[in-house]
């Protein structure tokens, strides 16, 4: 079953959705006991409580009257980012001249490297990606798989990390490359507002295999990126025994799972997003995540 928040006749709501048909259902149609329709982090609460349900093969309303928005506009706290959790990225990245002080022989990290991405740079499909005067020479996208977790829980262990996933969809962990490198660590060159496009839709946990879904990310229709889930150093039931070892998790919380080698960066020269350059990146499984970079207001 896929998730989405969207906008329909004026009202935001979370839907389930059929994008074979083209088709959503409010959740209140398929779950009347939720008691919150319009946002995703409190239908997670619920429906982590609730068995797994079918969508009708009929019915539903057009998905043409609707605007999809990011799955989860507002998490519990800021997005929880891995660094470096592909060996070729890592290496790529190693040798690009913007991992600032990061010394050679920690090329590939030993442990997953854990940051954050403020929640203000969420933004949904088909939403621009924000070219900023003063953070619009180096901006790179990074194709990745998010997890959202559904319930509570710290201290989880590995051999049970699966069961606190509510579901996964896609995210783009947009970088200004030149921030990134002059202040020596990642949060300015990846907090700019709207640097992080995600979606379309959160897809069930048990409705796709985590350990083999295929990550790709092309630019104008030109293949950037191309890998599995299968290559991450650190999977998710690490990622999420690390993160939760002295920090209680909560549903809706969001995790990107890091991005695999052929970001802008890793060309010579880089080939960094220009106006109207169109990025889609998809995970098989889930769907595609599209978003056109363009130069907007500096300030509001």
């Known amino acids: 079953m896929k998730f989405a928040t969207l906008v329909h006749q004026g009202a935001q709501l979370v839907a389930c959705v059929d994008d074979v048909r083209s088709v959503f259902w409010p959740i209140s149609e398929l779950f009347p006991e939720i008691s ?47 660094g470096k959790n592909y060996r070729d990225h890592a290496r790529e990245f190693a040798t690009s001249g913007y991992d600032a002080g990061t010394a050679s022989e920690e090329t590939v990290p030993e442990h997953p490297i854990i940051f954050t991405k403020p929640w203000t740079s969420i933004s949904g499909t088909e939403d621009d990606i924000p070219l900023l005067q003063g953070v619009d ?14 319930k509570p829980g710290r201290h989880i262990p590995m051999d049970r990390a699966l069961e606190y996933v509510f579901g996964y969809t896609i995210l783009n962990d947009v970088t200004a490359r030149d921030l990134q490198r002059v202040h020596k660590q990642w949060y300015l060159g990846k907090a700019v507002d709207g640097f992080a496009p995600m979606g379309p839709w959160i897809v069930a946990a048990n409705d796709v295999n985590v350990s083999d879904m295929r990550v790709r990310c092309s630019v104008n229709g030109e293949s950037r990126q191309d890998a599995n889930t299968a290559d991450l150093i650190f999977g998710v039931p690490t990622l999420i025994a690390t993160i939760s070892r002295g920090m209680r998790l909560l549903p809706g919380d969001i995790i990107a799972t890091g991005t695999p080698k052929g970001v802008g960066i890793g060309f010579s020269p880089p080939k960094f997003l220009k106006e109207g350059d169109v990025v889609e990146i998809s995970i098989s499984g889930i769907g595609i995540l599209r978003n056109t970079a363009r130069h907007g207001k500096t300030s509001e």
């Open 36 to 82: 919150d329709t319009q946002d995703m982090v409190a239908a997670i609460t619920q429906l982590a409580t609730l068995a797994p349900r079918t969508p009708p093969r009929t019915g539903g309303h057009p998905m043409g009257k609707a605007k999809l928005k990011a799955p989860i506009l507002v998490p519990p706290r800021n997005i929880m980012c891995v």
């Open 137 to 150: 020479q180096s901006v790179d996208y990074e194709g990745e798989l998010a997890v959202i977790i559904g």
